[in-house]
């Protein structure tokens, strides 16, 4: 079966720009995460939905950062305006909705902001 | 809330030699345990996870790791390592129960092998 596919691999963008993230999880995984791995680093989650609906959002920059899934299948995450600290590795996971339901990352979305 | 400590940042060993990678989570809930391995450019790939039940737990590409309550550890071994095992190893914790379920991981070491 297809993995989680991301896209771009790689984005090179300036300060205070917008850059935006895509991820198409595997098929029928109702549950979609977001993470954060800044160099050195393990990866943060970021935001987590189920189906189209938000789990938890906790940890995510709200002033910059927006992430949406409008059909429950695949996802956008922005960053409008970027900072130079937001430079990092997106990676986009997606499991199965139900309990010990591992989770399938993607190749992710290396970010370099300048 | 969780959180993950791997002791080393980096770990260099012999080719065939033994090698032990130090985990310590903290947590106010119960939590099940997992290791990934993440190699250069690549995305992270699950070795083991222990949910339940048996302590050892034994993964792909002959690893195994060890759930001690009491030292809240779970460290990650493997009898003989090879050159193809190079790569960023990284520990997690996921709370037990559904709902907001998302990985905390620990910050990585980088197993380095030497021929």
């Known amino acids: 079966e297809a993995g989680v596919a991301q896209s771009p691999r790689y984005k090179i963008i300036e300060k205070r720009q917008s850059v935006a993230f895509w991820c198409n999880p595997i098929?029928?995984?109702?549950?979609l995460y977001w993470y954060q791995q800044i160099l050195g680093q393990g990866p943060k989650l970021l935001i987590q939905?189920?189906?189209?609906?938000?789990?938890?959002d906790s940890q995510l920059p709200k002033d910059r950062f927006s992430a949406e899934r409008l059909k429950g299948v695949d996802s956008t995450l922005k960053i409008q305006p970027a900072k130079l600290e937001d430079s990092a590795v997106y990676l986009c996971?997606?499991?199965?909705?139900?309990?010990?339901?591992?989770?399938?990352f993607g190749p992710g979305t290396r970010l370099t902001v300048t | 809330a969780q959180s993950v400590t791997q002791l080393d940042s980096q770990v260099p060993v012999f080719e065939e030699a033994p090698v032990e990678l130090r985990c310590n989570y903290s947590?106010?809930?119960?939590?099940?345990l997992f290791w990934y391995v993440q190699y250069p450019n690549q995305g992270l790939q699950l070795l083991l996870k222990?949910?339940?039940?048996?302590?050892l737990v034994k993964g792909i590409n002959g690893f195994e790791a060890e759930f001690n309550k009491s030292q809240t550890s779970f460290h990650l071994r493997k009898p003989s390592v090879h050159i193809s095992d190079t790569a960023e190893y990284f520990c997690?914790?996921?709370?037990?129960?559904?709902?907001?379920?998302?990985?905390?991981f620990g910050k990585g070491t980088h197993l380095i092998i030497q021929p």
């Open positions: 939905f189920q189906n189209n609906g938000v789990v938890d």
């Open positions: 947590s106010s809930v119960s939590v099940y």
């Open positions: 098929s029928g995984h109702a549950t």
């Open positions: 222990y949910l339940s039940g048996s302590t």
């Open positions: 996971a997606s499991s199965l909705d139900r309990e010990n339901s591992e989770q399938y």
């Open positions: 997690a914790v996921r709370k037990v129960g559904g709902g907001a379920d998302g990985l905390t």
